[in-house]
Protein backbone atom coordinates (compact mmCIF):
# COMPACT_ATOMS: atom_id res chain seq x y z
CA UNK A 1 0.00 0.00 0.00
CA UNK A 2 1.49 3.26 -0.85
CA UNK A 3 1.56 6.16 1.83
CA UNK A 4 -2.23 8.60 1.27
CA UNK A 5 -0.32 11.83 1.87
CA UNK A 6 -1.29 12.15 5.70
CA UNK A 7 2.24 13.40 6.89
CA UNK A 8 1.65 16.40 5.23
CA UNK A 9 -0.70 17.24 8.24
CA UNK A 10 1.80 15.70 11.02
CA UNK A 11 5.25 16.85 9.79
CA UNK A 12 7.14 17.01 6.66
CA UNK A 13 8.63 14.01 5.22
CA UNK A 14 12.28 13.58 5.98
CA UNK A 15 15.10 12.79 4.03
CA UNK A 16 15.17 8.83 4.78
CA UNK A 17 11.72 8.56 4.19
CA UNK A 18 12.40 10.23 0.61
CA UNK A 19 15.30 8.05 0.02
CA UNK A 20 13.16 4.76 0.58
CA UNK A 21 9.64 5.90 -1.59
CA UNK A 22 12.54 6.09 -4.41
CA UNK A 23 14.87 2.94 -3.51
CA UNK A 24 13.05 0.33 -5.51
CA UNK A 25 11.48 2.86 -8.13
CA UNK A 26 13.49 1.92 -11.45
CA UNK A 27 10.81 1.80 -14.03
CA UNK A 28 8.61 5.12 -15.31
CA UNK A 29 5.07 4.09 -13.46
CA UNK A 30 6.96 3.49 -10.06
CA UNK A 31 8.59 6.94 -10.44
CA UNK A 32 5.11 8.53 -10.66
CA UNK A 33 3.98 7.13 -7.54
CA UNK A 34 7.20 7.49 -5.45
CA UNK A 35 7.25 11.26 -6.83
CA UNK A 36 3.37 11.72 -5.92
CA UNK A 37 4.19 10.30 -2.39
CA UNK A 38 6.55 12.54 -1.71
CA UNK A 39 5.06 15.60 -2.79
CA UNK A 40 2.38 14.47 -0.62
CA UNK A 41 4.14 14.37 2.11
CA UNK A 42 5.28 17.89 2.53
CA UNK A 43 3.41 21.11 4.07
CA UNK A 44 0.48 22.59 3.59
CA UNK A 45 -0.93 23.49 -0.51
CA UNK A 46 1.73 21.10 -1.98
CA UNK A 47 0.86 18.08 0.43
CA UNK A 48 -2.95 18.23 -0.95
CA UNK A 49 -1.35 18.88 -4.60
CA UNK A 50 0.44 15.74 -3.94
CA UNK A 51 -2.92 13.59 -2.38
CA UNK A 52 -4.34 14.84 -6.18
CA UNK A 53 -1.20 13.21 -7.84
CA UNK A 54 -1.74 9.99 -5.66
CA UNK A 55 -5.50 10.06 -6.54
CA UNK A 56 -4.71 10.51 -10.32
CA UNK A 57 -1.82 7.22 -10.04
CA UNK A 58 -4.84 5.38 -8.15
CA UNK A 59 -7.36 5.58 -10.59
CA UNK A 60 -4.87 5.57 -13.71
CA UNK A 61 -6.11 9.26 -14.68
CA UNK A 62 -2.61 10.23 -16.58
CA UNK A 63 -4.18 13.40 -18.18
CA UNK A 64 -5.10 14.15 -14.70
CA UNK A 65 -1.84 13.87 -13.25
CA UNK A 66 -0.39 15.66 -15.94
CA UNK A 67 -2.71 18.63 -15.02
CA UNK A 68 -0.96 18.64 -11.76
CA UNK A 69 2.50 18.21 -12.76
CA UNK A 70 1.74 21.41 -15.45
CA UNK A 71 0.17 23.30 -12.60
CA UNK A 72 2.93 22.38 -9.86
CA UNK A 73 5.55 23.65 -12.37
CA UNK A 74 3.87 26.79 -13.49
CA UNK A 75 3.14 28.01 -9.67
CA UNK A 76 6.33 26.44 -7.91
CA UNK A 77 8.89 26.45 -10.36
CA UNK A 78 8.59 28.57 -13.51
CA UNK A 79 9.24 31.58 -11.86
CA UNK A 80 11.37 30.32 -9.04
CA UNK A 81 14.29 33.05 -8.83
CA UNK A 82 17.36 31.83 -8.52
CA UNK A 83 19.48 34.88 -7.75
CA UNK A 84 17.21 36.39 -5.62
CA UNK A 85 19.03 38.08 -2.40
CA UNK A 86 18.37 37.11 0.78
CA UNK A 87 15.91 39.91 2.09
CA UNK A 88 16.91 41.62 5.56
CA UNK A 89 14.69 40.51 8.60
CA UNK A 90 14.88 44.05 9.36
CA UNK A 91 13.51 45.27 6.34
CA UNK A 92 9.80 45.41 6.20
CA UNK A 93 9.23 47.21 3.20
CA UNK A 94 11.65 45.03 0.79
CA UNK A 95 9.52 42.15 2.88
CA UNK A 96 6.28 43.20 1.66
CA UNK A 97 7.61 44.15 -1.82
CA UNK A 98 8.73 40.59 -2.46
CA UNK A 99 5.91 39.25 -1.13
CA UNK A 100 3.73 41.43 -3.27
CA UNK A 101 5.94 40.43 -6.24
CA UNK A 102 5.62 36.73 -5.31
CA UNK A 103 1.56 37.17 -5.04
CA UNK A 104 1.60 38.92 -8.66
CA UNK A 105 4.06 37.03 -10.35
CA UNK A 106 3.34 33.16 -9.04
CA UNK A 107 -0.07 33.23 -8.28
CA UNK A 108 -1.84 35.78 -9.63
CA UNK A 109 0.04 35.41 -13.48
CA UNK A 110 -0.58 31.28 -12.74
CA UNK A 111 -4.55 31.93 -12.38
CA UNK A 112 -4.55 34.23 -15.33
CA UNK A 113 -2.59 32.16 -17.87
CA UNK A 114 -5.29 31.79 -19.94
CA UNK A 115 -5.23 35.21 -20.50
CA UNK A 116 -2.21 36.55 -22.07
CA UNK A 117 -2.82 40.31 -21.80
CA UNK A 118 -3.37 40.58 -17.76
CA UNK A 119 -0.99 37.24 -17.51
CA UNK A 120 1.60 39.93 -18.71
CA UNK A 121 0.81 42.48 -17.26
CA UNK A 122 1.16 40.92 -13.61
CA UNK A 123 4.47 39.55 -14.50
CA UNK A 124 5.59 42.88 -15.94
CA UNK A 125 4.74 44.61 -12.25
CA UNK A 126 5.90 41.80 -10.44
CA UNK A 127 9.30 42.86 -12.53
CA UNK A 128 9.02 46.20 -11.76
CA UNK A 129 8.25 45.81 -8.09
CA UNK A 130 11.25 43.83 -7.55
CA UNK A 131 13.47 46.78 -9.48
CA UNK A 132 12.05 49.79 -7.54
CA UNK A 133 13.30 51.33 -4.35
CA UNK A 134 11.09 52.42 -1.71
CA UNK A 135 10.34 55.97 -3.36
CA UNK A 136 6.68 57.45 -2.89
CA UNK A 137 6.67 58.71 -6.84
CA UNK A 138 7.74 54.74 -7.70
CA UNK A 139 5.43 53.24 -5.68
CA UNK A 140 2.24 55.91 -6.50
CA UNK A 141 3.03 55.09 -10.26
CA UNK A 142 3.19 51.02 -9.28
CA UNK A 143 -0.11 51.41 -7.55
CA UNK A 144 -1.98 53.12 -10.44
CA UNK A 145 -1.01 50.13 -12.21
CA UNK A 146 -1.84 47.65 -10.03
CA UNK A 147 -5.35 48.95 -9.80
CA UNK A 148 -6.05 49.20 -13.12
CA UNK A 149 -4.96 45.57 -12.92
CA UNK A 150 -7.02 44.48 -10.71
CA UNK A 151 -10.22 46.25 -12.00
CA UNK A 152 -9.24 44.73 -15.49
CA UNK A 153 -9.13 41.69 -13.83
CA UNK A 154 -12.60 42.13 -11.38
CA UNK A 155 -14.13 42.81 -14.87
CA UNK A 156 -12.86 39.92 -16.81
CA UNK A 157 -14.05 37.41 -13.95
CA UNK A 158 -17.87 38.64 -14.14
CA UNK A 159 -17.59 37.93 -17.47
CA UNK A 160 -16.01 34.93 -17.30
CA UNK A 161 -18.78 34.06 -14.58
CA UNK A 162 -21.55 35.25 -16.78
CA UNK A 163 -20.80 33.29 -19.88
CA UNK A 164 -20.00 29.98 -17.66
CA UNK A 165 -23.72 30.62 -16.23
CA UNK A 166 -25.10 31.31 -19.88
CA UNK A 167 -22.91 28.02 -20.95
CA UNK A 168 -24.68 25.91 -18.09
CA UNK A 169 -28.09 27.25 -18.34
CA UNK A 170 -27.48 26.60 -22.35
CA UNK A 171 -26.70 23.06 -21.79
CA UNK A 172 -29.77 22.64 -19.11
CA UNK A 173 -32.16 23.51 -21.73
CA UNK A 174 -30.45 21.25 -23.76
CA UNK A 175 -30.68 18.63 -21.54
CA UNK A 176 -34.14 19.53 -20.71
CA UNK A 177 -35.64 19.49 -24.46
CA UNK A 178 -33.88 15.63 -24.52
CA UNK A 179 -35.87 14.70 -21.56
CA UNK A 180 -39.10 16.03 -23.13
CA UNK A 181 -38.37 13.70 -26.25
CA UNK A 182 -38.23 11.06 -24.64
CA UNK A 183 -40.15 7.97 -23.73
CA UNK A 184 -41.05 8.58 -20.05
CA UNK A 185 -39.53 4.77 -19.43
CA UNK A 186 -36.34 5.57 -21.21
CA UNK A 187 -33.57 4.51 -19.39
CA UNK A 188 -31.88 7.57 -20.78
CA UNK A 189 -33.83 9.66 -17.91
CA UNK A 190 -31.63 8.77 -15.10
CA UNK A 191 -28.89 9.97 -16.94
CA UNK A 192 -30.02 13.33 -17.62
CA UNK A 193 -31.42 13.52 -14.50
CA UNK A 194 -28.08 13.12 -12.81
CA UNK A 195 -26.26 15.88 -15.06
CA UNK A 196 -29.12 18.33 -14.33
CA UNK A 197 -28.54 17.69 -10.85
CA UNK A 198 -24.83 18.68 -11.14
CA UNK A 199 -25.63 21.53 -12.96
CA UNK A 200 -28.22 23.23 -10.86
CA UNK A 201 -25.88 22.81 -7.85
CA UNK A 202 -22.09 24.25 -7.02
CA UNK A 203 -20.03 22.17 -9.70
CA UNK A 204 -17.93 20.34 -6.73
CA UNK A 205 -14.95 18.41 -8.74
CA UNK A 206 -15.47 15.05 -6.91
CA UNK A 207 -19.02 14.97 -7.60
CA UNK A 208 -18.33 15.66 -11.03
CA UNK A 209 -15.59 12.80 -11.37
CA UNK A 210 -18.02 10.44 -9.56
CA UNK A 211 -20.93 11.39 -11.82
CA UNK A 212 -18.42 10.33 -14.64
CA UNK A 213 -17.23 7.03 -13.32
CA UNK A 214 -20.57 5.82 -12.31
CA UNK A 215 -22.28 7.20 -15.91
CA UNK A 216 -19.40 5.34 -17.66
CA UNK A 217 -19.91 2.47 -15.75
CA UNK A 218 -24.00 2.44 -16.67
CA UNK A 219 -23.22 3.43 -20.34
CA UNK A 220 -20.50 -0.08 -20.62
CA UNK A 221 -23.35 -1.92 -19.24
CA UNK A 222 -26.37 -0.77 -21.35
CA UNK A 223 -24.26 -0.96 -24.31
CA UNK A 224 -23.53 -4.22 -23.78
CA UNK A 225 -27.12 -5.12 -23.04
CA UNK A 226 -28.39 -3.24 -26.12
CA UNK A 227 -26.02 -5.17 -28.16
CA UNK A 228 -27.63 -8.53 -27.09
CA UNK A 229 -31.09 -7.06 -27.49
CA UNK A 230 -30.50 -6.18 -31.53
CA UNK A 231 -28.77 -9.51 -32.29
CA UNK A 232 -32.35 -11.03 -30.48
CA UNK A 233 -34.33 -9.02 -32.65
CA UNK A 234 -31.97 -9.29 -35.95
CA UNK A 235 -32.11 -13.23 -35.06
CA UNK A 236 -35.99 -13.30 -34.92
CA UNK A 237 -36.77 -11.09 -38.01
CA UNK A 238 -34.68 -13.67 -40.57
CA UNK A 239 -36.38 -16.75 -38.69
CA UNK A 240 -39.70 -15.10 -39.61
CA UNK A 241 -38.03 -14.51 -42.70
CA UNK A 242 -37.39 -17.90 -43.76
CA UNK A 243 -40.54 -19.32 -42.18
CA UNK A 244 -42.35 -16.66 -44.96
CA UNK A 245 -40.51 -18.01 -47.93
CA UNK A 246 -41.05 -21.26 -47.14
CA UNK A 247 -45.14 -20.59 -47.14
CA UNK A 248 -44.39 -18.45 -50.37
CA UNK A 249 -43.02 -21.79 -51.76
CA UNK A 250 -45.86 -24.01 -50.72
CA UNK A 251 -48.62 -21.63 -52.15
CA UNK A 252 -46.58 -22.05 -55.11
CA UNK A 253 -46.27 -26.05 -54.56
CA UNK A 254 -50.40 -25.54 -53.84
CA UNK A 255 -51.31 -23.52 -57.27
CA UNK A 256 -49.74 -26.30 -59.09
CA UNK A 257 -51.19 -29.20 -57.42
CA UNK A 258 -54.95 -27.33 -58.13
CA UNK A 259 -53.71 -27.33 -61.76
CA UNK A 260 -52.64 -30.39 -61.92
CA UNK A 261 -56.24 -31.85 -60.21
CA UNK A 262 -58.13 -29.63 -62.90
CA UNK A 263 -55.93 -31.85 -65.37
CA UNK A 264 -56.84 -35.26 -63.74
CA UNK A 265 -60.59 -34.04 -64.00
CA UNK A 266 -59.84 -33.78 -67.96
CA UNK A 267 -58.34 -36.90 -68.21
CA UNK A 268 -61.68 -38.66 -65.71
CA UNK A 269 -64.12 -37.37 -68.46
CA UNK A 270 -61.81 -38.74 -71.52
CA UNK A 271 -61.09 -41.95 -69.89
CA UNK A 272 -62.81 -45.09 -71.62
CA UNK A 273 -61.58 -48.14 -69.81
CA UNK A 274 -61.38 -49.25 -65.90
CA UNK A 275 -57.78 -49.52 -66.19
CA UNK A 276 -57.50 -45.44 -67.48
CA UNK A 277 -59.29 -44.13 -64.40
CA UNK A 278 -57.46 -46.34 -62.40
CA UNK A 279 -53.96 -45.02 -63.38
CA UNK A 280 -55.67 -41.27 -63.18
CA UNK A 281 -56.60 -42.34 -59.71
CA UNK A 282 -53.26 -43.33 -58.71
CA UNK A 283 -51.58 -40.04 -60.24
CA UNK A 284 -54.09 -37.97 -57.70
CA UNK A 285 -53.47 -39.92 -54.98
CA UNK A 286 -49.47 -39.54 -55.55
CA UNK A 287 -49.88 -35.34 -55.75
CA UNK A 288 -52.69 -35.34 -52.87
CA UNK A 289 -49.87 -36.99 -50.59
CA UNK A 290 -47.10 -35.16 -51.60
CA UNK A 291 -49.40 -31.77 -50.94
CA UNK A 292 -50.50 -33.32 -47.83
CA UNK A 293 -46.64 -34.28 -46.54
CA UNK A 294 -46.10 -30.36 -47.31
CA UNK A 295 -48.65 -29.41 -45.58
CA UNK A 296 -47.58 -31.10 -42.53
CA UNK A 297 -44.32 -29.65 -42.54
CA UNK A 298 -45.45 -26.67 -42.60
CA UNK A 299 -47.53 -27.17 -39.85
CA UNK A 300 -44.68 -28.23 -37.79
CA UNK A 301 -42.44 -25.55 -39.14
CA UNK A 302 -45.02 -22.70 -37.87
CA UNK A 303 -45.13 -24.70 -34.23
CA UNK A 304 -41.91 -24.22 -34.25
CA UNK A 305 -41.34 -20.61 -35.34
CA UNK A 306 -44.27 -20.13 -33.03
CA UNK A 307 -41.76 -21.56 -30.22
CA UNK A 308 -38.55 -19.55 -31.00
CA UNK A 309 -40.53 -16.56 -31.27
CA UNK A 310 -41.68 -17.11 -28.00
CA UNK A 311 -38.27 -17.36 -27.09
CA UNK A 312 -37.17 -14.76 -28.52
CA UNK A 313 -39.75 -12.40 -27.32
CA UNK A 314 -38.46 -13.39 -23.79
CA UNK A 315 -34.85 -12.75 -24.17
CA UNK A 316 -35.60 -9.13 -25.24
CA UNK A 317 -37.74 -8.72 -22.01
CA UNK A 318 -35.09 -10.04 -20.06
CA UNK A 319 -32.84 -8.02 -21.42
CA UNK A 320 -34.31 -4.82 -21.75
CA UNK A 321 -35.29 -5.47 -17.93
CA UNK A 322 -31.53 -5.83 -17.03
CA UNK A 323 -31.32 -2.84 -19.43
CA UNK A 324 -33.25 -0.96 -16.93
CA UNK A 325 -31.16 -1.99 -14.05
CA UNK A 326 -28.59 -0.87 -15.06
CA UNK A 327 -29.46 2.36 -15.77
CA UNK A 328 -30.79 2.38 -11.72
CA UNK A 329 -27.76 1.55 -10.87
CA UNK A 330 -27.18 5.02 -11.27
CA UNK A 331 -29.86 5.95 -8.56
CA UNK A 332 -28.39 3.44 -6.03
CA UNK A 333 -25.88 3.54 -3.50
CA UNK A 334 -23.36 0.83 -4.05
CA UNK A 335 -22.44 -0.24 -0.28
CA UNK A 336 -26.13 -0.34 1.27
CA UNK A 337 -27.88 -0.21 -2.00
CA UNK A 338 -30.77 2.12 -1.02
CA UNK A 339 -31.37 5.31 -2.85
CA UNK A 340 -28.49 7.58 -2.88
CA UNK A 341 -28.72 11.20 -3.25
CA UNK A 342 -29.97 11.32 -7.56
CA UNK A 343 -32.29 8.40 -6.86
CA UNK A 344 -33.85 10.01 -3.45
CA UNK A 345 -34.34 13.22 -5.46
CA UNK A 346 -36.53 11.56 -7.99
CA UNK A 347 -38.30 10.09 -5.34
CA UNK A 348 -39.14 13.36 -3.63
CA UNK A 349 -40.45 14.54 -7.26
CA UNK A 350 -43.06 11.72 -7.55
CA UNK A 351 -43.94 12.16 -3.83
CA UNK A 352 -43.99 16.13 -4.22
CA UNK A 353 -46.48 15.83 -7.17
CA UNK A 354 -48.97 13.80 -5.21
CA UNK A 355 -48.93 15.85 -1.83
CA UNK A 356 -51.93 17.27 -0.62
CA UNK A 357 -53.45 18.82 2.55
CA UNK A 358 -55.15 15.64 3.36
CA UNK A 359 -51.93 13.56 2.41
CA UNK A 360 -48.82 15.35 4.23
CA UNK A 361 -45.35 14.46 3.48
CA UNK A 362 -42.81 14.20 6.44
CA UNK A 363 -38.70 13.89 6.10
CA UNK A 364 -36.31 12.41 8.37
CA UNK A 365 -32.81 13.18 8.34
CA UNK A 366 -30.65 10.51 10.49
CA UNK A 367 -27.66 11.10 11.61
CA UNK A 368 -25.90 7.64 12.76
CA UNK A 369 -24.38 8.32 16.23
CA UNK A 370 -20.32 8.44 17.13
CA UNK A 371 -19.56 7.20 13.80
CA UNK A 372 -16.00 8.04 13.45
CA UNK A 373 -15.48 6.57 17.26
CA UNK A 374 -17.18 3.42 15.79
CA UNK A 375 -15.15 3.23 12.94
CA UNK A 376 -11.35 3.96 14.75
CA UNK A 377 -12.62 0.77 17.23
CA UNK A 378 -13.95 -1.63 15.07
CA UNK A 379 -12.55 0.03 11.35
CA UNK A 380 -13.58 0.26 7.87
CA UNK A 381 -15.37 -2.69 7.29
CA UNK A 382 -16.96 -2.80 10.82
CA UNK A 383 -18.73 1.25 9.98
CA UNK A 384 -19.58 -0.49 6.62
CA UNK A 385 -21.27 -3.59 8.10
CA UNK A 386 -23.19 -1.75 10.33
CA UNK A 387 -24.49 0.92 7.27
CA UNK A 388 -25.79 -1.82 6.26
CA UNK A 389 -27.29 -3.31 9.24
CA UNK A 390 -29.27 -0.21 9.73
CA UNK A 391 -30.42 -0.28 5.74
CA UNK A 392 -31.85 -3.44 6.71
CA UNK A 393 -33.61 -2.71 9.96
CA UNK A 394 -35.31 0.49 8.51
CA UNK A 395 -36.77 -1.54 5.42
CA UNK A 396 -38.07 -4.11 8.18
CA UNK A 397 -39.06 -1.41 10.41
CA UNK A 398 -40.84 1.16 8.01
CA UNK A 399 -43.59 1.03 5.93
CA UNK A 400 -43.13 -0.26 1.61
CA UNK A 401 -44.29 3.38 1.33
CA UNK A 402 -41.93 4.93 2.97
CA UNK A 403 -38.22 6.06 0.99
CA UNK A 404 -34.93 5.37 2.30
CA UNK A 405 -31.75 7.12 1.38
CA UNK A 406 -27.95 7.20 1.52
CA UNK A 407 -26.75 11.43 1.60
CA UNK A 408 -22.96 10.17 2.60
CA UNK A 409 -21.38 8.89 5.34
CA UNK A 410 -23.30 8.27 8.03
CA UNK A 411 -26.31 9.94 6.97
CA UNK A 412 -29.59 9.09 5.52
CA UNK A 413 -32.68 10.21 4.42
CA UNK A 414 -36.12 9.23 5.13
CA UNK A 415 -39.28 10.20 2.98
CA UNK A 416 -42.74 9.23 4.66
CA UNK A 417 -45.77 10.23 2.44
CA UNK A 418 -49.10 10.36 3.91
CA UNK A 419 -47.87 10.82 7.58
CA UNK A 420 -48.10 13.44 9.99
CA UNK A 421 -45.24 14.78 12.19
CA UNK A 422 -46.32 12.66 15.31
CA UNK A 423 -46.79 9.45 13.30
CA UNK A 424 -43.41 9.90 11.84
CA UNK A 425 -41.15 11.01 15.22
CA UNK A 426 -43.24 7.36 16.40
CA UNK A 427 -42.67 5.94 13.28
CA UNK A 428 -38.28 6.54 14.21
CA UNK A 429 -38.98 5.97 17.70
CA UNK A 430 -39.78 2.56 16.61
CA UNK A 431 -36.81 2.26 14.77
CA UNK A 432 -34.61 3.16 17.09
CA UNK A 433 -36.20 0.78 19.73
CA UNK A 434 -35.42 -2.45 17.01
CA UNK A 435 -31.78 -0.83 16.62
CA UNK A 436 -31.43 -0.99 20.47
CA UNK A 437 -32.79 -4.52 20.56
CA UNK A 438 -30.80 -6.12 17.55
CA UNK A 439 -26.93 -4.87 17.25
CA UNK A 440 -25.10 -5.59 14.08
CA UNK A 441 -22.34 -8.99 14.79
CA UNK A 442 -18.69 -7.98 13.38
CA UNK A 443 -15.79 -9.94 14.61
CA UNK A 444 -18.38 -11.58 16.75
CA UNK A 445 -18.45 -8.21 18.70
CA UNK A 446 -21.89 -6.56 19.07
CA UNK A 447 -21.71 -3.21 18.02
CA UNK A 448 -25.11 -0.96 19.35
CA UNK A 449 -26.23 1.44 16.97
CA UNK A 450 -28.17 4.97 18.00
CA UNK A 451 -29.23 7.74 15.62
CA UNK A 452 -30.15 11.53 16.19
CA UNK A 453 -32.43 12.49 13.35
CA UNK A 454 -34.63 15.86 12.44
CA UNK A 455 -38.42 15.54 11.20
CA UNK A 456 -39.77 17.88 9.07
CA UNK A 457 -43.17 18.45 7.70
CA UNK A 458 -43.47 19.68 4.25
CA UNK A 459 -45.15 23.43 3.71
CA UNK A 460 -47.28 23.82 0.60
CA UNK A 461 -45.22 23.80 -2.68
CA UNK A 462 -41.73 23.50 -0.28
CA UNK A 463 -38.58 22.55 -2.07
CA UNK A 464 -36.42 19.78 -1.44
CA UNK A 465 -33.36 21.94 -0.39
CA UNK A 466 -35.81 24.23 1.97
CA UNK A 467 -37.17 21.01 3.50
CA UNK A 468 -33.90 19.45 4.28
CA UNK A 469 -32.88 22.28 5.61
CA UNK A 470 -35.06 22.64 8.50
CA UNK A 471 -35.12 18.59 9.30
CA UNK A 472 -31.13 19.30 9.68
CA UNK A 473 -31.49 22.00 12.00
CA UNK A 474 -33.77 19.72 14.03
CA UNK A 475 -30.99 16.27 13.84
CA UNK A 476 -28.36 18.97 14.94
CA UNK A 477 -30.80 20.11 18.31
CA UNK A 478 -31.12 16.26 18.78
CA UNK A 479 -27.11 15.72 18.64
CA UNK A 480 -27.04 18.84 21.73
CA UNK A 481 -29.83 17.51 23.18
CA UNK A 482 -27.51 14.45 23.86
CA UNK A 483 -28.23 12.01 21.26
CA UNK A 484 -30.13 8.79 20.46
CA UNK A 485 -33.37 10.77 20.05
CA UNK A 486 -35.89 12.41 16.95
CA UNK A 487 -36.51 16.30 17.25
CA UNK A 488 -39.62 17.80 15.15
CA UNK A 489 -38.44 20.81 13.14
CA UNK A 490 -40.93 24.11 12.82
CA UNK A 491 -43.59 24.20 11.56
Not at 21 to 30: G, N
Not at 420 to 442: G, I, M, W
Request: net charge negative; proline share 2%.
Amino acid sequence: MRPTGARGREGAIGSEALVALFAQAHEPHALLIAFADGVAGLHDELGSLGQYLQSACANGDWPAYGRAMRQLIDKYIRFVDLDTPALSATDPSARLRDLLRQTLGIALAALLRNEPALSEEALALAKAFRATEAGAADLDRLSLRLTDLCRRIDVHAEAAEEQVALLIGLFDLLLENIGELLDEKSWLHGQLTQIRGLLAGPLDRGAIEEARAELREVIYRQGVLKQGIEASKVAMKTMMSTFVERLDGMAMHTGEYQDRLAGHAQRIREARSIAGLNTVLDQVLDDTGRIQAQALRARDDLIAARREVEQSEKRIHLLEQKLRDAAGLAREDELTSCLNRRGFDEAFEREALRAREDRPLCMALVDLDDFRRLNATHGHLGGDAALRHFVDVARLTLRDSDVLGRFGGEEFVILMPATTLAHALAALARLRTVLAHRPVVHDETRIVITFSAGVALRRPGETLESLLKRADLAMYSAKRAGKDRAMAAQV
